[in-house]
């Protein structure tokens, strides 16, 4: 399941565009750098990445694992902009390489609100998609990047 995104190890480069309508955010893309690393003789791989919002550096990490059975797709992730000092942890699956996996954060007003993270490798670009998803299961678009190897 990681061999696709395994096959993209090095260093990528493209666009971030951070958007939030549920939080009124302005939509804005800027320069963005990623490292695909495999890791543990290639039984994990980690996604570093850079962006900015409103000129400040912003980054952030996915370490992604695979077990076989049952088939689950584990995730770590953290981000300056979005996790603050908190490791979100993710659950999903995997399918053509692509990997679809979701978490959850507290909201400081109401029930936890989830978190999805697709991640779509192949041999010239790499996308990743992320949504803030409502305790009543509706999705927002949060980030969009895409990237061509450098």
Not at 31 to 44: C, E, K, M, N, Q
Not at 76 to 101: L, R, T
Not at 118 to 131: K, L, N, Y
Request: proline residues 6%; negative net charge; hydrophobic residues 35%.
């Amino acid at each position: 399941m990681l061999d696709q995104l395994i096959a993209c190890a090095g260093e990528w480069r493209g666009t971030n565009m951070l958007q939030d309508p549920e939080m009124n955010l302005e939509a804005e893309t800027t320069a963005s750098i990623a490292t695909i690393t495999p890791l543990v003789d290639g039984r994990f791989a980690r996604i570093d990445y850079t962006w900015s919002y409103k000129g400040t550096p912003q980054s952030g990490s996915m370490l992604i694992g695979h077990q076989k059975k049952p088939g689950v797709v584990t995730m770590h992730w953290i981000d300056s902009w979005h996790n603050g000092e908190k490791v979100m942890a993710c659950e999903g699956h995997g399918h053509d390489g692509a990997i679809d996996v979701r978490g959850s954060y507290a909201a400081p007003t109401g029930p936890d609100w989830g978190w999805r993270i697709q991640v779509e490798p192949s041999a010239d670009a790499v996308g990743v998609r992320m949504h803030n998803v409502s305790p009543e299961g509706q999705e927002y678009p949060a980030v969009e990047a895409r990237y061509r190897r450098a």
